[in-house]
């Protein structure tokens, strides 16, 4: 079973940039999707970025394309979510989350770091 940790986050001011980072561990060898979701308070957990493997193309939500970038390390099993020009709106709890193989469900999730973006 593989664990998942994020670290990373804390206070910033709007406009500021945060990076967060996530690091997948235990029984696992390789990793095929690695993404990142939010959950503001009182609000669902949302999409925020994803890449595979191969580190081809990544996928961002509407909200934080062109603010947000996702990168990955496969032999680390690593990902790192870079956030700039960050709002007031960013202010979230950040999950990281892996998907084992392609195809496969968002299986193993972190415990989260909490981003607050202040005014």
């Known amino acids: 079973q593989a664990q998942v940790e994020e670290s990373g986050g804390g206070l910033v001011q709007a406009g500021g940039s945060v990076r967060l980072s996530c690091a997948a561990s235990?029984?696992?060898?390789?990793?095929?999707?690695m993404g990142w979701f939010r959950q503001a308070p009182g609000k669902e957990r949302e999409f925020v970025a994803g890449?595979?493997?191969?580190?081809?193309?990544?996928v961002y939500s509407d909200s934080v394309r062109g603010r947000f970038t996702i990168s990955r390390d496969n032999r680390r099993n690593m990902a790192w979510l870079q956030m700039n020009a960050l709002t007031p709106e960013d202010t979230a709890d950040y999950f990281c989350?892996?998907?084992?193989?392609?195809?496969?469900?968002?299986?193993?999730w972190g415990q989260g770091t909490q981003v607050t973006v202040s005014s």
């Open positions: 890449i595979v493997q191969s580190r081809s193309s990544a």
């Open positions: 989350a892996i998907k084992i193989v392609k195809g496969a469900n968002w299986s193993e």
């Open positions: 235990g029984r696992v060898e390789t990793v095929y999707g």
